[in-house]
Antibody, heavy 122, light 108 residues
Framework: QVHLVESGGGVVQPGRSLRVSCAVS????????MHWVRQAPGKGLEWVAG????????YYADSVKGRFTISRDNSKSTVYLQMNSLRPDDTAIYFC???????????????WGQGTLVTVSS | DIQMTQSPSSLSASVGDSVTITCRAS??????LNWYQQRPGTAPKVIMY???SLQRGVPSRFSGSGSGTVFTLTISGLQPEDFGTYYC??????????FGPGTRVDIK
């Protein structure tokens, strides 16, 4: 059974850093592209970052480029999001998700974690 | 960057009604368009991928259509468990995803 479990959220002051993690089980982690998606309180979904199966390629939304870094450790089946220079508008639930393509060659996010809340406030 | 819009932003319908949500892309995304359902307090769940392919386990009352820049998600025979917010998402830009702003569906 596939599981994605985020951790590391909490309250952090503006300008500080935080790293959130997503530990996965139930599938061959090193074969999949992984993403982080966030949702501010009462707002919609915003894609944040993605990382290729081997970590060699990383992709970022303009809103976090230069401040956030996505990485992965395939030996630990874990994907990370290092968030620096945090701002109040980074306050959100952060979800990790698996990208699946299958035979359709049309990728989509098929498994999601439950999310971890990051609150940026003084 | 590809921008996504959705209409309406919210709707209220009765059990048994048919409802349609429209999603538009700022440029062609071919059929690289997915739909997600999110109930309050839970993670999103994919219901449709590649514009018109029903995800395994999703009821057949959900259907999707479209290509290029205009897409629709239809729920034929709305059920109480269909409440929530629906998001479209393009995957045409490889690994650079964009979500629409969402359509909230309430049951009358």
């Amino acid at each position: 059974q596939v599981h994605l479990v985020e951790s590391g959220g909490g309250v952090v002051q503006p300008g500080r850093s935080l790293r959130v993690s997503c530990a996965v089980s139930g599938f061959s982690f090193s074969s999949y592209v992984m993403h982080w998606v966030r949702q501010a309180p009462g707002k919609g979904l915003e894609w944040v970052a993605g990382i290729s199966f081997d970590g060699s390629n990383r992709y970022y939304a303009d809103s976090v480029k230069g401040r956030f870094t996505i990485s992965r450790d395939n030996s630990k089946s874990t994907v990370y999001l290092q968030m620096n220079s945090l701002r109040p508008d980074d306050t959100a639930i952060y979800f990790c998700a698996r990208e699946y393509e299958g035979g359709s060659a049309h990728p989509y996010l098929d498994y999601w974690g439950q999310g971890t809340l990051v609150t940026v406030s003084s | 960057d590809i921008q996504m819009t959705q209409s309406p932003s919210s709707l209220s319908a009765s059990v048994g009604d048919s409802v349609t949500i429209t999603c538009r892309a700022s440029q062609s995304v071919s059929t690289f368009l997915n739909w997600y359902q999110q109930r309050p307090g839970t993670a999103p769940k994919v219901i449709m991928y590649a514009a018109s392919s029903l995800q395994r386990g999703v009821p057949s009352r959900f259907s999707g259509s479209g290509s290029g820049t205009v897409f629709t998600l239809t729920i034929s025979g709305l059920q109480p468990e269909d409440f929530g917010t629906y998001y479209c998402q393009q995957s045409y830009s490889t690994h650079l995803l964009t979500f629409g702003p969402g359509t909230r569906v309430d049951i009358k």
